[in-house]
């Protein structure tokens, strides 16, 4: 192979190499570095883990009210409260990704939509000057979300009900709304 051929591919190579310092702007390469890159190198909160730990050991099954498409996992209205931990709220590492986004953005209206068991909502209210809406349409889950929520924190307010006719007046009071996280009803 000639010289001219490897210094050649050598450069075209080199010019054509992708990462993370050639892909994004200062803005994205700083939010990975600050949020992804330092999470993922960080444990979920020990104490709201626990909790989850805490679900997913439970044999107690409740009734589910579901305004969406329903779970794809478990079907019917009565759900165990194991299932609903294991399969319905986000990964630890994901709600310790979504804790890190609003600490760096400094976010202080915040909105859950799907509150479930309040394990996300217990991460999104960490930082207690902030104020966090959560809402769960499921009296049963919103019932469990409240407990457990009103032992953590005091930043919280869950609402029950339908999102259609709960969230209009929220999105008026809590203007504006610094982060949202959305994940009920998925029709």
Not at 42 to 47: M, R, Y
Not at 97 to 114: A, E, P, Q, S, V
Request: proline share 3%; charged share 25%; net charge positive.
């Amino acid at each position: 192979m000639s010289r001219y051929f490897q210094l050649k591919s050598y450069l075209t190579y080199w010019l054509d190499a992708v990462n993370i310092h050639s892909l994004q702007s200062p803005f994205v390469y700083e939010l990975y570095r600050s949020v992804i890159d330092k999470n993922r190198r960080t444990h979920p909160d020990p104490n709201i883990e626990k909790i989850r730990e805490k679900f997913k050991a439970s044999t107690n099954s409740i009734e589910v009210q579901d305004f969406g498409s329903g779970s794809r996992r478990v079907k019917g209205k009565t759900r165990h409260i194991t299932d609903v931990a294991s399969y319905g709220i986000s990964a630890g590492k994901y709600s310790q990704i979504m804790r890190g986004l609003i600490r760096y953005m400094k976010c202080n209206n915040i909105i859950d939509l799907g509150t479930s068991l309040g394990i996300n909502a217990l991460y999104l209210s960490k930082d207690m000057d902030s104020t966090v809406f959560t809402f769960e349409g499921s009296p049963s889950l919103a019932n469990i979300a409240s407990e457990v929520l009103a032992d953590q924190r005091k930043n919280v307010t869950v609402i029950e009900g339908n999102i259609d006719n709960t969230l209009p007046s929220i999105l008026e009071e809590a203007k504006p709304i610094d982060f949202a996280f959305i994940a009920a009803n998925h029709r």
